[in-house]
């Protein structure tokens, strides 16, 4: 039982075009959302997060959009870059839950390369 | 960076054996939790902790046990460790309301 869904396993794209990477939920309690990068070796590291009260968060080149009616959310990193070939992780947490820990539900992950 | 560190990073280990892997962070965060990473399966959830002494289990628990006798540690126990249990692991730490922040994995092989 997924509740959190990546489709898509892996991603290309050139440099300087846009990357829109994928998300979707099940749970309906989910009410804030992240995004995690990760490379190969490392831990993975915040990226951008959204709560459910937004539909839009931005941050320099990464944007997150969250469509709550459709139980999706997407990142938009334009332009992209080499730098940017990574792993990326969305997750979902219920904070406005009674018994929540702070813990996270993640997806299958995204692989990114960005050609130069 | 978050003061969080896992040990060992990579482990060898045969079938049935036990196995502990342990995380140390300097930040007195309250929250710490243990993720697997496989193929597929991205992060898993296997056991987390809310306080000293206060833990639970998570997505994946079976075979695992933790413990949480200081706030800075953070122990994940597999008490005979099978070929199913071959993953990186990752400990994570949180202050509530927040992101996580991952330590750097311990990978960890089961022959």
């Known amino acids: 039982d997924q509740q959190v869904k990546q489709n898509s396993p892996s991603l290309s794209v050139q440099e300087g075009r846009i990357s829109i990477l994928n998300c979707d939920y099940t749970?309906?309690?989910?009410?804030?959302f992240l995004w995690y990068k990760k490379y190969p070796a490392e831990g993975p590291t915040f990226l951008i997060s959204?709560?459910?009260?937004?539909d839009k968060n931005e941050d320099g080149r990464f944007t997150v959009f969250l469509n709550k009616s459709a139980k999706h959310l997407s990142l938009h990193i334009v332009p992209s870059q080499p730098g940017d070939s990574a792993v990326y992780f969305c997750a979902a947490s219920a904070q406005s839950s009674s018994s929540n820990t702070g813990k996270l539900i993640f997806g299958q992950g995204t692989t990114l390369q960005v050609k130069p | 960076d978050a003061g969080i560190t896992q040990s060992p990073r990579h482990k060898v280990t045969e079938t049935g054996t036990p196995v502990t892997l342990r995380c140390h962070q300097t930040?007195?965060?309250?929250?710490m939790y243990w993720y697997r990473q496989d193929p597929g399966h991205g992060l898993r959830l296997i056991h987390y902790s809310y306080g000293v002494k206060d833990t639970d289990k998570g997505e994946v628990s079976d075979g695992y046990s933790v413990s949480r006798s200081k706030t800075e540690d953070f122990l994940l126990t597999l008490e005979s460790a099978t070929s199913s249990q071959t993953s990186v692991y990752f400990c994570?730490?949180?202050?509530?309301?927040?992101?996580?922040?991952f330590g750097e994995g311990s990978r960890l092989t089961v022959l």
């Open positions: 749970n309906s309690m989910f009410d804030y």
């Open positions: 930040e007195n965060h309250r929250y």
């Open positions: 994570a730490i949180s202050e509530v309301y927040g992101e996580l922040f």
């Open positions: 959204i709560s459910s009260i937004k």
